[in-house]
């Protein structure tokens, strides 16, 4: 068959996995998120670089696991568009008394027990083959209820977020709406603060044995909060493109790894359109910019990256048919050590076998076909996060995750929270100019004056 990816145009031009001499040296840890903006920025940032903290982003609320008691040390505040000593801050964080979050069930259920949010439901005879089963709207109260009785069949992933006047996505969805109005998590990460925000999401379940994503990439920079439990991600850089076998046609990598579908070659590095583009678009940038996974329209009509990336994190597989209950991918290390199983989240009107178009189809079952010879060749290497550790992913890698569990019934399960950010393009200038142009200064004060939660969290200009 006919290569996919034979018209691609790849000028990914940022750090290369085979680039260090050991694997150990790809993707550096850092002990404190205690880093000079500069040189982070030009360290990983500009040079497109993962890297890991042993620490949690600080300025926020502690909260006890044992007693669900919570330490207020410090108000989530701040603007994702300028530099911390912007006036536009109302406050400035206050240094945390703990690197780690410790949320437990008891805060959480405290705080945003009373929202409603969409879980998948697994078909028990699934386990965790989610996908299989059914999209069902929980009090979050009831959803921690469920896993903290030790159900499996459960998991909370990133929500469809509502929209304002002018149909932009709003930051956020419920619990995470209630966290960063609590100052549970901080609005503003200092070390990435001169990112434009796209989303803050909370992702949550259990798996005694591991349930992995599937392999895929972003189009928008990650920062990943890890609370509970573990997850084991296996990234590969972007040049590694033309061995994935995506669901979808590339057309385009840019220099900081952010891809174009066909159908997308407007679509600019940092995520943003051409001018000449309807603005009755603005917020279309994936695909024909009304659908996220090939041929299936979303109800909510999810138009941006922003949504893209909620909703194809969501869906992480979505329903695929034929595929073994263990993950298929062989890698040549003892398969299903951790059990590894397909975490499957389906889109609302999503039919079985369809997968979103920036998922690998090496490993799904049916959509699996065959020989991978070339991936098998691609370099790659693990990071494992725990409970106190965040990632930074840049738009663009390559990676399959394997959630686990923390082992315990109180405050149990696996817990993170992650922020999304559009991706920067000026990867030659400074870390107070990471975009070519102020497109996204310009959203996002628009978005600070539409959002209910960013009226609260970022003062009027």
Not at 71 to 92: C, D, L, N, Q, Y
Not at 105 to 134: I, K, N, W, Y
Not at 294 to 302: N, R
């Amino acid at each position: 068959s006919t290569t996919r990816t034979d018209i691609m145009d790849c000028r990914y031009a940022g750090y290369r996995l085979g680039d260090e001499p050991t694997p150990t040296a790809h993707v550096p840890r850092y002990t404190s998120m205690d880093q000079d903006p500069p040189a982070f920025f030009k360290a990983h940032i500009a040079l497109r670089r993962p890297c890991v903290f042993g620490q949690h982003p600080v300025g926020t609320s502690t909260t006890s696991c044992s007693t669900g008691a919570s330490t207020s040390t410090g108000t989530a505040t701040g603007s994702a568009v300028v530099p911390p000593s912007s006036k536009r801050a109302r406050t400035e964080p206050a240094p945390a008394s703990s690197s780690r979050w410790e949320w437990s069930d008891t805060m959480l259920s405290e705080v945003a027990g009373a929202a409603a949010v969409a879980v998948e439901v697994g078909r028990p005879e699934c386990r965790q083959r989610f996908g299989h089963g059914e999209r069902e709207t929980l009090l979050f109260s009831d959803f921690l209820k469920r896993l903290g009785s030790g159900d499996e069949s459960v998991y909370l992933t990133a929500q469809t977020t509502q929209q304002d006047e002018a149909e932009r996505p709003l930051l956020s969805a419920p619990p995470a709406q209630q966290l960063l109005l609590g100052g549970h998590a901080p609005l503003h990460v200092p070390l990435l603060s001169t990112l434009v925000l796209a989303q803050i999401n909370v992702w949550m379940g259990r798996s005694k044995v591991g349930a992995t994503s599937g392999i895929h990439h972003d189009f928008h920079d990650n920062l990943y909060v890890m609370i509970r439990g573990s997850k084991r991600f296996r990234l590969w850089s972007p040049d590694a493109i033309e061995a994935m076998e995506l669901v979808g046609t590339p057309v385009l990598v840019h220099p900081n790894g952010r891809v174009c579908y066909a159908g997308d070659e407007h679509t600019l590095a940092d995520g943003s359109w051409l001018e000449e583009e309807d603005d009755d678009e603005m917020d279309n940038e994936d695909d024909d910019l009304d659908e996220t996974i090939e041929g299936t329209v979303l109800p909510d009509a999810v138009d941006s990256d922003d949504d893209a990336d909620a909703a194809l994190e969501a869906a992480l597989c979505a329903a695929i048919e034929g595929g073994a209950e263990h993950d298929d991918f062989d890698d040549g290390e003892d398969e299903d050590e951790e059990g590894s199983e397909q975490e499957q989240v389906k889109i609302d009107g999503a039919e079985a076998g369809e997968l979103p178009k920036n998922f690998s189809r090496i490993g799904q079952g049916a959509n699996d076909k065959g020989d991978h010879a070339p991936f098998e060749a691609t370099p790659s290497v693990v990071v494992t996060l725990g409970p106190g550790d965040t990632l930074y992913l840049p738009c663009g890698w390559f990676h399959e995750v394997t959630s686990v569990d923390d082992g315990t019934t109180t405050c149990g399960g696996h817990l993170a929270m992650n922020y999304w950010y559009h991706p920067p393009n000026s990867l030659d200038g400074d870390h107070l100019t990471p975009y070519t142009t102020d497109f996204w200064a310009k959203d996002w004060s628009e978005r600070c004056r539409s959002d209910p939660v960013l009226q609260k969290l970022v003062p009027p200009e």
